[in-house]
């Protein structure tokens, strides 16, 4: 009863991302059930939902690194079996590895997918330009050349998002990437998310326990239940862009994150803590 | 603007050394103070205490017999250091090799790994006796036994390092469709590299040990087998003599592979800003 | 002129490496380390005695007669010299190796006990009811059962402790064990423990009826076929090498001490004139010469080794040594 599928709407029009009555089970222990949502494309979608809902798991089904039992996956209108290499994923810890530069660090994935795999020797400098291009595009210009263990977290951050956009994707997956900020910094990266989003057209799909980002950054906002996770609901996010960082604070702002912090809520008192399907 | 980096380059930790006065004073002349130190006491306590020279030469006899047989000391020394060098590059290749083998795969660690620990609880002295069995006396037990005592640190080291590639990072590069083996060669393989260097500095200490207990177990020539036969002809000063030279010995190994360590992972021990 | 200079260079490494052409070579190793006893080989290496019979001999310091029989039988090494008896029981396999000993060294074997005058033990029968420091590897010890047969001592009676051969001396000299087996040079060990000389009590197995024979020259079966001039050469010079250490210890150890320069001088010389006097030099020696074997001695040492050791192949005497070898009588008899 809780569950307020809008499913429908989605099924309509095949969207960028589908995923279709998805059930994922590790063992006994099933992380998500009856999974069903779209994202079109180039929409800046947000996930929400209480902990241990299978808000990561949603990250590894799209991305094709787990296979589901049940239900199916697809992007851009193909069936997913593997991984994509149009997708670029970035977490919360920036992961960068301390023996490279930042440079060095932001291009890795350009020596893992191709085509550019296989340009990058003999095309180098083009790579290198771009890599610079998007370096100065957060806001980090300059620091090409420093290691990981010279910048602060937030910058770290920042060519965290430069590798997982350097190769281009089309769908970028975000897993609570500013979990570890603090509230300014965060506010930044806001921002160098936004205007990204803006300028490159990908599709995003932003996995967050945080809703004042969600309904800020999204289009559209899915709530996942408690474990096992589905959704519960689909809030189109009708704000207006460019949308300044003001707006958090309006009123039509705080009603829609106060909705969306109702149904969680509900979702957490009403699941029992542990499901077994 | 809250973003600050630490700028310039002065990481917290090992920065540039500047060899200076200070430095050589502290790093290398309080030890040698200290062990200056250590040698006067000992000459006290021998004289004063009247100790026989078969329990105990005082520590001028002893220096007085290294200078006055120091041509045979060399030549064992030499020996020694060889055999040493040789087991030791050994376990540094079969370390890597195995390492990487058994870290590939968890599946692999959890089968391997019980059956490495219990071989290398073996005390290899009780392997010497039939090594020299197999294959005579002469250099080759000698270097096996220091191969079999050191090669274990090296591929403990190497296999956790590869183990415990981040399992975000994986997914990331993964997802952008990279092979098992690309991960391990762009990520683990570097990624272990602080923990290999680490266990070189073991793995030379271990290896050391086991030439010379080989050589005292029965192998041809060496330190150790100096020290037998200085002891057969009475000769204890000698026998001291041959352990200050080991001990010296020691001492050089692990520096020379500290040195290598700090040379080539120096960016591992700078604090990493998550 | 450079290829005069060739020329003259090529002329003078012929010449160098004629003489060395002309000799033979000959690899030669000893049972146990360069000790003040084994110092007569190494006069005659050091004096040349060796090169003036056209021989080029290597000698090499062993880590046992056992480890010492197998590689001569492998042909690693061309003779040596080692325990006779070890040589007996090492021919008792179907396999072994025909080597065969050439020269007796040690005419009176050094398998003695060790012990503190002050212990009270003028024979082995007094051994009943005390402790006896045994290493179990020791060769002397492995003789103990034909001791005890001969001497009709009861072995239950007797404490066996097996102490390590470090330890040994020291062990008898705190009174830790009444007794020790050992080989007669151990006595020096026993002094350097801290026991005065005429403290120490040392009884022969030899005197006690053991009538073994102790260490000998022996060579590789296919040494002794194909360079049986090299042997008799060899022989000959090492017989000059005894003499000359009987005659004069000290330059003997000096000898030594250019190939062990660990050695202290006075230790080693006194080595070498107990072992000289107890085993090289006996009045067998001095009465029928150096380096033969008494076959019917040699048929009773190997019966009597029968008592210890179960044969299953029992060598003869005629298998063991062979005297062909030897030179006359006079070149072995010492003045």
Redesign the interface.
């Known amino acids: 009863m809780q569950a307020a599928q809008t499913a429908s709407a989605s099924r309509e029009r095949p969207g960028f991302v589908d995923l279709d009555r998805v059930g994922l089970s590790y063992g006994t222990f099933t992380a998500v059930d009856e999974l069903t949502l779209s994202v079109r494309k180039g929409e800046f979608a947000a996930v929400v939902g209480p902990s241990g809902c299978g808000k990561s798991t949603l990250m590894k089904l799209a991305t094709g690194l787990v296979i589901p039992q049940h239900g199916q996956i697809a992007v851009e209108g193909k069936r997913v079996t593997r991984p994509l290499s149009i997708v670029g994923m970035a977490f919360q810890n920036p992961s960068l590895l301390p023996w490279r530069t930042t440079l060095d660090n932001i291009m890795l994935p350009l020596e893992i997918v191709s085509p550019h795999k296989e340009r990058l020797k003999s095309h180098r400098d083009e790579y290198v330009a771009r890599a610079e291009k998007m370096l100065s595009l957060v806001g980090l210009e300059g620091f090409g050349t420093k290691y990981p263990w010279q910048l602060s977290g937030g910058m770290q951050q920042r060519a965290n998002l430069c590798r997982a956009l350097i190769h281009e994707p089309s769908l970028l997956m975000l897993d609570e990437p500013f979990g570890a900020l603090d509230a300014f910094t965060r506010e930044e990266l806001w921002g160098v998310i936004r205007d990204l989003h803006r300028a490159e057209g990908f599709t995003v799909i932003l996995v967050t326990h945080d809703l004042r980002e969600a309904v800020y950054l999204a289009d559209r906002v899915f709530v996942m239940s408690a474990r096992p996770g589905r959704v519960l609901l689909e809030r189109e996010i009708d704000i207006e862009r460019p949308r300044p960082i003001d707006v958090t604070y309006t009123a039509p702002f705080n009603e829609i994150v106060h909705e969306l912090r109702e149904t969680i809520a509900q979702a957490r008192v009403g699941a029992p803590s542990s499901q077994m399907a | 603007m809250t973003d600050t980096s630490i700028a310039g380059g002065q990481a917290p930790g090992i920065s540039a050394k500047r060899v200076n006065l200070w430095w050589l004073a502290e790093k290398v002349g309080s030890p040698l103070l200290f062990a200056l130190v250590l040698l006067l006491l000992w000459e006290a306590l021998c004289r004063l205490l009247s100790v026989p020279e078969v329990i105990l030469p005082t520590a001028s006899a002893t220096f007085a017999a290294l200078w006055e047989f120091r041509a045979v000391i060399f030549q064992n020394a030499v020996v020694t250091l060889w055999t040493t060098l040789v087991g030791f590059c050994l376990a540094i290749v079969t370390g890597l090799v195995l390492g990487v083998a058994v870290g590939w795969h968890r599946a692999v660690y959890s089968a391997v790994y019980p059956i490495m620990i219990a071989f290398n609880s073996v005390p290899k002295v009780a392997v010497v006796p039939v090594l020299i069995l197999w294959f005579g006396l002469g250099a080759v037990p000698a270097i096996l036994t220091a191969f079999l005592i050191s090669f274990f640190p090296i591929l403990v080291n190497v296999a956790t390092g590869l183990a415990t590639v981040e399992p975000e990072l994986e997914d990331v590069l993964r997802a952008l469709g990279a092979s098992k083996m690309t991960v391990m060669k762009k990520v683990g393989i570097p990624r272990s590299l602080p923990h290999f260097f680490g266990s070189l500095k073991i793995a030379i200490t271990l290896a050391f040990i086991g030439a010379v207990v080989a050589e005292t177990s029965g192998a041809s020539n060496g330190l150790g087998k100096l020290m037998l036969d200085a002891q057969a002809a009475f000769q204890v000063p000698v026998v001291f003599a041959a352990l200050i030279v080991l001990s010296v010995l020691g001492i050089l190994l692990y520096a020379a592979t500290a040195f290598l360590e700090y040379r080539y992972t120096g960016w591992a021990h700078r604090s990493n800003n998550a | 002129m450079p290829r005069l200079f060739c020329g003259l260079a090529a002329l003078i490494f012929t010449l160098m490496t004629f003489p060395a052409a002309a000799q033979e070579r000959l690899r030669f190793l000893i049972d146990w ?1 360069f ?1 003040g006893h084994v110092a007569p080989y190494l006069v005659a290496l050091d004096k040349g005695f060796y090169d003036e019979e056209g021989l080029s001999v290597t000698i090499d310091p062993g ?1 046992g007669s056992l ?1 010492g029989l197998t590689r001569i039988a492998a042909g690693t090494y061309d003779m040596g010299q080692m325990d006779l008896n070890a040589l007996i029981k090492y021919r008792d396999a179907a396999d072994a190796a025909p080597v065969k000993a050439v020269m007796i060294t040690y005419n009176k074997p050094p398998f003695v006990i060790l012990t503190l005058k002050k212990n009270g033990i003028a024979g082995p029968k007094d051994l009943e009811g005390k402790i006896l420091g045994a290493p179990a590897a020791d060769a002397s010890y492995s003789h103990w059962p034909i001791l005890a047969k001969l001497n009709d001592i009861d072995s239950s009676k007797i404490r066996f402790e097996n102490v390590g051969f ?1 330890v040994r001396e020291a062990l008898l000299a705190q009174g830790n064990v009444d007794a020790v087996t050992a080989f007669a040079s151990n006595r ?1 060990g026993v002094k ?3 026991v005065k000389g005429e403290d120490i009590g040392m009884l022969l197995m030899s005197d006690f009826g053991l009538d073994l024979y102790g260490s000998a020259v022996m060579a590789s079966p296919a040494f002794l076929r194909d360079h049986p001039d090299a042997v008799r050469k060899f022989i000959k010079a090492t017989i000059r090498g005894f003499f000359a250490s009987f005659s004069d210890p000290e330059g003997a150890i000096e000898s030594l001490r250019k190939y ?5 001088a006075d ?2 010389v006194e080595r070498l004139k107990l072992v000289t006097e107890l085993n090289y030099l006996t009045d067998d020696v001095r009465k029928n010469g150096f380096g033969n074997a008494d076959m019917a001695r040699l048929s009773r040492s190997i019966d009597q080794l029968a008592i210890a050791f179960p044969f299953k192949n029992k060598p003869k005497a005629e298998d063991i040594f062979t005297g062909e070898f030897l030179p006359a009588l006079e070149e072995r008899m010492f003045k």
Request: hydrophobic share 45%; aromatic share 0%.
């Open positions: 380390r000790e880590t480890d470090a020096l350097a423990a801290g062990n320069p660990l050695i202290k230790i080693e």
